[in-house]
């Protein structure tokens, strides 16, 4: 089928066209490694990457323009690596450390792209407006649990809220401190909150998400005193000015510990391996897995089910069934395409 053919030409094409560019990266990542005197291989963490650019903060602080050897794969944000300086103030990654762990995101095609790594928090932002979706939230909830890391449920404006709002936001939220959830409630205008908030992240590599406006960014500016000096030393290292959410940052605390602030997004698509996983993300349903009468349970309308009954018994929250089923549901059309 020439259709065919086709495609399979412009695949190579697209293959030789990436090949190439990848050649050239590391002909340029070992001509600066070549031409350097410095050559001592030192640690650093990546602060920000903007596609091939790296910054990379050395130990004492330092950012670095780097580039990394193509063969090592593709470091991000909050990444542990090995680098040598090429040039005053330029270097050259050299490996990865292992992740401890990674968040990743779909890209704009649908592909899996790490986002952010060796995170030990997350913190879901959500704001009167716009408009909280439990099921972004569930969603965050599920990635950090399946991570393995700290949750916390932030939520932000409080100032905007009047008495009804303040009502059903608690009404929204009351299910998620009912199974072990932290909930701060946040002003960035009168500074509510942010004292015991500190303290949460004191010591954390925490990652700040959210959707578009919740105040992700704002939140990172009122936490850091010395802000301008750390995005004033990036878009030097960088040359990227204060385009800082347009990738996922990574800030020094004053008290120790990293704050990650992360673009915000409209739609977040959980990356899941298969249903266990996805048990796994809920974490007052992982345990009733398996007590169903049923081993092929659907949770629908079977007897005998055991979320059906814990919801009954009012341990489960319909809405986070209705959320866990309907991406069971995404799950299992993503898994016949494939
Ligand atoms: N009233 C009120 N406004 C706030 C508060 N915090 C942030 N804002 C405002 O909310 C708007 C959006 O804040 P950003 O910090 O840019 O939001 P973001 O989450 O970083 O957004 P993206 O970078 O697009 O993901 C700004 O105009 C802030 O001034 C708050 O506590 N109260
Ligand atoms: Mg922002
Ligand atoms: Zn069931």
């Not at 350097?36 to 990379?56: F, K, M, T, Y």
């Not at 193509?70 to 992740?99: E, K, L, M, Y």
């Not at 000096?229 to 990574?250: E, K, N, V």
Request: hydrophobic share 40%.
């Amino acid at each position: 089928m020439p259709g065919r053919r086709l495609s399979d030409r412009q695949k190579a094409r697209i293959h030789n066209i990436q090949e190439g560019r990848r050649q050239r990266l590391d002909e340029r990542a070992e001509q600066a490694l070549a031409a350097s005197e410095v050559d001592q291989p030192r640690h650093g963490l990546v602060v920000v990457r903007h596609g091939a650019d790296l910054a990379v903060e050395d130990e004492q602080g330092q950012v670095w323009h780097c580039l990394a050897r193509q063969n090592i794969g593709h470091p991000v944000c909050g990444d542990r690596v090995v680098w040598q300086a090429s040039g005053a103030d330029r270097g050259v990654v050299t490996a990865i450390q292992a992740r401890a762990t990674v968040l990743a995101r779909p890209d704009y095609s649908g592909r899996d792209k790490p986002l952010a790594a060796n995170l030990t928090q997350l913190v879901a932002i959500l704001a009167p407006r716009p408009e909280p979706s439990a099921y972004l939230l569930d969603q965050y909830l599920a990635a950090a649990e399946r991570l393995g890391v700290k949750a916390l449920i932030a939520c932000n404006k409080t100032d905007l809220l009047d008495a009804a709002g303040r009502a059903a936001l608690e009404n929204l939220l009351a299910p998620y401190e009912r199974i072990g959830y932290s909930l701060a409630w946040l002003s960035l205008v009168d500074g509510k909150g942010m004292g015991p908030l500190a303290e949460r992240l004191a010591g954390e590599t925490s990652i700040l998400v959210g959707q578009s406006g919740v105040g992700k960014s704002s939140l990172v500016m009122a936490l850091m005193p010395d802000l301008d000096i750390q995005i004033g030393r990036l878009s030097q290292a960088t040359g990227l000015g204060r385009h800082t959410t347009s990738a996922a940052t990574c800030y020094r605390l004053p008290g120790g510990g990293h704050l990650i602030d992360s673009p915000g997004v409209r739609s977040f698509r959980l990356t899941l391996d298969g249903q266990a996983d996805l048990e796994q993300g809920f974490r007052e349903i992982a345990p009733l897995i398996g007590h169903c009468r049923f081993a092929n349970c659907r949770h629908d309308q079977e007897p005998g089910c055991a979320l059906k009954q814990a919801v009954a018994a009012g341990e489960l929250h319909p809405a986070r069934l209705a959320n866990f089923q309907h991406l069971a549901a995404a799950l299992e059309r993503s898994s016949a395409r494939h």
